[in-house]
């Protein structure tokens, strides 16, 4: 079970006797709180909190009668592209050795991949559902704002980020989605909008009739291996009744400078409170009561590289006299590409794309430069800014052996439109 280190704790938790997930084993990404079972959320900081309650969507899954198996490994606080930020070591990718499984949700793919859970739930701020599910060769999707309860979510960066499952088939998947999604009087994002909707009868394959729309600036660049498998993709579809066009989205080019500006700018703000008093382990520097020097020592000792990276970008950004020439720039950038997103899904029912521009990187490979990593991040990251809903789902292997995934956008609560034409690959 630990052959691949895709679980923190492997602790399970039994649900109730009977519900719609009753015979399956479901995993959680570790920054998703569990009442009495230690939530790490990947980090030195909460190597020993165990939270008092348990999330909303945990509360789902044990009425819905699911066994949670543990719970996954991830990069720390849900930053990165690969699992190997994790203060708890890498995962290996068990569809790809060798390979990193893809973040930020890295560990709860590779259960999946591996067969050790039948399920799993990750969370997706910027990609952390999709890209994993992509480099392992499962199913992840990423929800509309507000369709899935946030309440008990360690924080990256609110505004961005929603929960969402991880299945080896887009159906399991959607029936994972069936259970967590709807309104939570917890969580003030969550709307009534999709909580009547029945997502696992939507994955009937059926795309006769359903228009496409491909945006050109999410092939620009990508990887000969990847755009190869994609454009055969789309060719199955098309043989099944699809039709496709091309569409000009040209807010795209911006969207990983926005995409990083806010959420290192949200992730700064919500790490203030690992701390060593709120959380985080008691502090024995000899401070001599400077709560700032003691402070610095917890965040100092507890906080990964790329962790520290953030919160100083991010607190930098917002810094009195730079938030207009930042922060607001790219809060304009992100209603422009929520306008272009709406715009292309007038003429289309969903949008396409390959996941990831690339294949899974080896292990090791992007550690020293995480330009790269951040640029890997170019497909997911608009749907975020738009809140809109997409899934990844495998389209086929390069020749090297390595699984490649393709994305569907869909409109806001459009979930059963992205669940149907996914469930005409897998
Ligand atoms: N790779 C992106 C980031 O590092 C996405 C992470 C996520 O979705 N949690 O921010």
Redesign the pocket.
């Known amino acids: 079970m630990s052959e691949y280190n895709g679980y923190i704790t492997a602790e399970p938790i039994a649900g109730a006797e009977a519900g719609p997930l009753a015979s399956e084993r479901v995993a959680v990404k570790d920054n998703i709180s569990t009442a009495g079972v230690r939530t790490t959320c990947g980090s030195a900081m909460l190597e020993s909190y165990v939270p008092p309650y348990d999330a909303t969507v945990i509360e789902r899954l044990n009425e819905a009668g699911a066994t949670i198996t543990g719970k996954t490994n991830?990069?720390e606080f849900?930053?990165?592209?690969t699992t190997e930020t994790s203060a708890f070591g890498p995962v290996e990718n068990p569809a790809a050795l060798g390979r990193v499984p893809g973040?930020?949700?890295g560990g709860s793919a590779a259960v999946v991949a591996a067969g050790d859970a039948d399920m799993a739930l990750g969370?997706?701020?910027?990609?952390?559902?999709r890209?994993p599910a992509a480099f392992c060769g499962v199913v992840g999707i990423k929800p509309t704002y507000g369709l899935v309860s946030r309440h008990g979510l360690v924080a990256?960066?609110n505004s961005?980020?929603q929960i969402g499952p991880i299945a080896p088939a887009v159906e399991d998947a959607a029936r994972l989605l069936d259970v967590i999604a709807g309104p939570d009087e917890r969580d003030a994002t969550t709307r009534e909008a999709g909580a009547e909707s029945a997502y696992a009868a939507a994955a009937d394959g059926d795309v006769a009739g359903t228009e496409i729309g491909v945006p050109t600036q999410l092939l620009e660049g990508a990887d000969e291996a990847v755009v190869e498998r994609f454009w055969a993709a789309i060719d199955e579809l098309e043989a099944q009744g699809a039709d496709y066009h091309e569409v000009e989205l040209p807010s795209l080019e911006h969207a990983v400078e926005a995409?990083?500006m806010i959420?290192m700018s949200e992730a700064s703000s919500n790490l203030a409170r690992f701390d060593g008093v709120r959380y985080g382990p008691a502090t024995e520097s000899d401070s001599e009561g400077d709560w700032n020097d003691a402070f610095a020592a917890v965040r100092e000792a507890g906080f990964g590289e790329?962790v520290k990276r953030?919160i100083l970008l991010g607190t930098y950004a917002l810094s009195a006299g730079y938030q207009d020439k930042y922060y607001r720039k790219a809060q304009d950038a992100r209603a422009w590409v929520k306008r272009d997103f709406d715009e292309a899904l007038k003429e289309a029912d969903v949008l396409a794309s390959p996941t990831m521009p690339v294949p899974p990187f080896e292990r090791g490979e992007s550690l020293s430069d995480p330009l790269t990593?951040?640029l890997?991040?170019a497909n997911?990251?608009p749907v975020?800014l738009a809140n809109l809903p997409a899934i990844s789902v495998p389209a086929g292997e390069t020749d090297a052996g390595a699984p490649v995934g393709i994305q569907f956008i869909g409109p806001a609560f459009g979930e059963e439109q992205i669940v149907r034409v996914g469930s005409a690959l897998a």
């Open positions: 991830m990069d849900g930053m990165g592209t973040g930020s949700s969370t997706d701020t910027g990609g952390s559902v890209c990256y960066a961005l980020e995409y990083y959420a790329e953030r990593m951040y890997a991040d997911t990251v975020n």
